[in-house]
């Protein structure tokens, strides 16, 4: 089964902001990669798919891209409502992963 | 209103059996692939199964293959998940999710059901 790394586990940062967050897949996944954004008590919420797609509603500062193996979610300006957990999330012909998941705090 | 509510969680024994379900509504439910999805106690997420749209397939996590059992019944638009041999390590919040065509990518989720195995 293909593995994803997440990193940072925490992340600290300030309003306004821009913050990177990464995951790496052990194996090509053609970028069938997806972000969500969880809030404590809440469901998931996706914000990208296909690595670089925004999900309509969301924010145009949030971004998604590609490289490899390597994929990286921005925020280019945090705002308040942006302090919450991070995960990815691949898709494969039989399985799925997700990865550690990011914390972003306010530093 | 595109909707999935989970029920059928509770307090289980090591050992023993539970059946979750997940009622959807608002969308052609054969459409989709469905997936479960669970979250333990201040933990990440982790994928444990999902189910084609005609329930044809079926796929699994290692950490449940060959306990759980994922289905679905088209004519009632309910997905079940049934858990045997449960475990403490399966204890968890479990949401099931809606799979959006040709994305890979869950875009509608329930808001979950507590499983806590405890002896």
């Known amino acids: 089964d293909i593995q994803m790394t997440q990193s940072p586990s925490t992340l600290s940062a300030s309003i306004g902001d821009k913050i990177t967050i990464t995951c790496r897949a052990s194996?090509?996944?053609?970028?069938?990669m997806a972000w969500y954004q969880q809030k404590p008590g809440k469901a998931p919420k996706l914000l990208i798919y296909?690595?670089?797609t925004l999900e309509r509603g969301v924010p145009s500062r949030f971004s998604g891209s590609a490289s490899g193996t390597e994929f990286t979610l921005t925020i280019s300006s945090l705002q308040p409502d942006d302090f919450a957990t991070y995960y990815c999330?691949?898709?494969?012909?039989?399985?799925?992963?997700f990865g550690q998941g990011t914390k972003v705090e306010i530093e | 209103e595109v909707q999935l509510v989970e029920s059928g969680g509770g307090l289980a024994r090591p050992g023993e059996s539970l059946r979750l379900t997940c009622t959807a509504s608002g969308f052609t439910f054969s459409s989709h692939v469905l997936d479960w999805v669970r979250q333990a106690p201040g933990k990440g997420l982790e994928w444990v199964s999902g189910?084609?749209?005609?329930?044809?397939?079926?796929y699994y996590a290692d950490s449940v293959k060959g306990r759980f059992i994922i289905s679905r019944d088209n004519s009632r638009n309910t997905l079940d998940l049934l858990m045997n041999s449960l475990r403490v390590e399966d204890t968890a919040l479990y949401y099931c999710?809606?799979?959006?065509?040709?994305?890979?990518?869950?875009?509608?989720w329930g808001p979950g059901t507590v499983v806590a195995v405890s002896s």
């Open positions: 189910i084609s749209g005609s329930g044809g397939t079926t």
């Open positions: 296909r690595a670089s």
């Open positions: 999330q691949q898709y494969g012909p039989s399985s799925r992963a």
């Open positions: 999710a809606r799979m959006r065509r040709e994305t890979g990518a869950f875009d509608v």
């Open positions: 194996q090509s996944i053609n970028n069938w």
